[in-house]
């Protein structure tokens, strides 16, 4: 008789651990698991019940299950023909991910783009074939992680500026010389806006090249959601953007564009390409379907503009210092333990957003991030800031570190 080895075997039986892990554990989780979060994770909140408001997902634009999308997934599920599974690399012109991919670059003003398994992946494989081998890449203090990983896995020089100030980016561009700028259009932490028409300027001026991570505004900002670099009649100024399409594309990819004379020395060189499998058909099929729908969602994104106005203003009136203009709202309460205590009592009531924490934010600066979507209610609008005001006396908003920080800097 077999027995499932897996099930059955003892804890004793395992093979030991080696004693550099169990030091790193000891010396970098443990204080902060035993001693700072009691032994309870900072992620183990409530199950959202049937009333719940949601403000914890990226669909921005409300598109997820939309009739077109289903019926374009089933159809390839149903009739699609079926393409090999193999890496994205052996992937041929008539692969019904090709196609996606120059929509994708029509639609963002680019010549050609490439898709990846994430928008993770896409910034990795961008920056390991852009940033040459000890080269300078200046990024934005509070850029996505995984254009960080991309400079390591380049074997690039990472050179920090403040974050969204032209004037220091310039300065270390003149200190290291002509390099790649890397930064986000609009921050996902903070819902700030990246100053792109200055970065443009600073990076042309040193003999730079640009990587916008558009993955929080494309969909939502300008022309058919084209972006912020669209938006503001950049497209042809900046050479690389990338972007997740799990965010107002809901689905579960990501991309990045390159001039197509770039392509085969990209598709040769970037290992996430080349040590990843190529999406399946019925997940390109929705992709494309999806793509198509935002471009006419025009309503929508008025929706959400507007959504996001009224958030803001009411939470402000309240008392909670918000940095940012967009759909991403920070309540950057400080602590870890104060985040998930914040956290814990807006579930009470209903509402529900995402606790960033360290790795994710700076130290003392844990919050808890709500995202806005286009298809909110009034009623559920009318909820969030029926209980942000009730939070008021318990967490005292205008004591909190960013409510100093904002309010030294008006003075300033």
């Not at 972007?243 to 564009?257: C, D, E, I, M, P």
């Amino acid at each position: 008789m077999e027995t499932d080895l897996c099930t059955h075997r003892s804890v004793q039986h395992r093979p030991a651990l080696s004693a550099g892990l169990l030091r790193r554990i000891e010396r970098d989780f443990q204080p902060r698991w035993k001693r700072d979060w009691g032994g309870r994770s900072l992620l183990e909140g409530q199950a959202p019940g049937p009333n719940a408001v949601r403000l914890d997902g990226n669909d921005y634009l409300a598109v997820t299950g939309h009739p077109d999308i289903v019926a374009a997934q089933v159809k390839a599920l149903m009739h699609g023909t079926q393409a090999v599974v193999q890496s994205g690399l052996f992937q041929r012109e008539e692969h019904p991910a090709r196609a996606l991919e120059l929509e994708l670059a029509r639609w963002t003003c680019h010549e050609d783009a490439l898709l990846c398994q994430s928008g993770y992946a896409a910034n990795i494989g961008a920056m390991q074939c852009l940033a040459p081998k000890d080269s300078p890449v200046y990024i934005d203090t509070l850029a996505h992680a995984s254009l960080w990983e991309g400079i390591r896995a380049a074997g690039a020089v990472a050179h920090a500026f403040r974050h969204n100030d032209p004037e220091h980016l310039e300065r270390l561009a003149l200190q290291h010389g002509p390099g790649l700028v890397a930064v986000d259009s609009v921050y996902s932490t903070t819902g700030d806006v990246c100053p792109l028409q200055a970065m443009v300027e600073v990076a042309e001026r040193r003999g730079c090249m640009l990587l916008v991570d558009e993955s929080h505004s494309l969909g939502t900002h300008g022309p058919a959601g084209a972006g912020l670099t669209a938006a503001l009649g950049l497209s042809h100024r900046v050479h690389f953007i990338s972007s997740s399409l799990a965010k107002a594309v809901a689905g579960r990819a990501g991309f990045f564009t390159l001039p197509a004379c770039l392509r085969q020395y990209v598709i040769t060189n970037s290992y996430p390409t080349m040590f990843s499998s190529c999406l399946l058909g019925h997940e390109v099929a929705g992709l494309q379907a999806t793509v198509r729908l935002l471009q006419g969602a025009c309503e929508a994104r008025v929706r959400l503009k507007e959504h996001t106005l009224r958030v803001r203003e009411r939470l402000s009136a309240l008392g909670y210092a918000l940095p940012g203009s967009e759909q991403i709202i920070a309540l950057e309460i400080g602590t870890e333990v104060a985040a998930r205590d914040l956290r814990d009592a807006m579930e009470d009531r209903g509402l529900f957003g995402s606790i960033f924490f360290p790795p994710a934010t700076s130290r003392n600066r844990s919050m808890v991030r709500l995202t806005l979507n286009a298809g909110l209610t009034d009623s559920e609008l009318s909820h969030l800031e029926q209980v942000m005001a009730d939070l008021v006396p318990q967490f005292r908003p205008d004591t909190w570190g960013i409510a100093r920080r904002m309010r030294r800097a008006r003075a300033d």
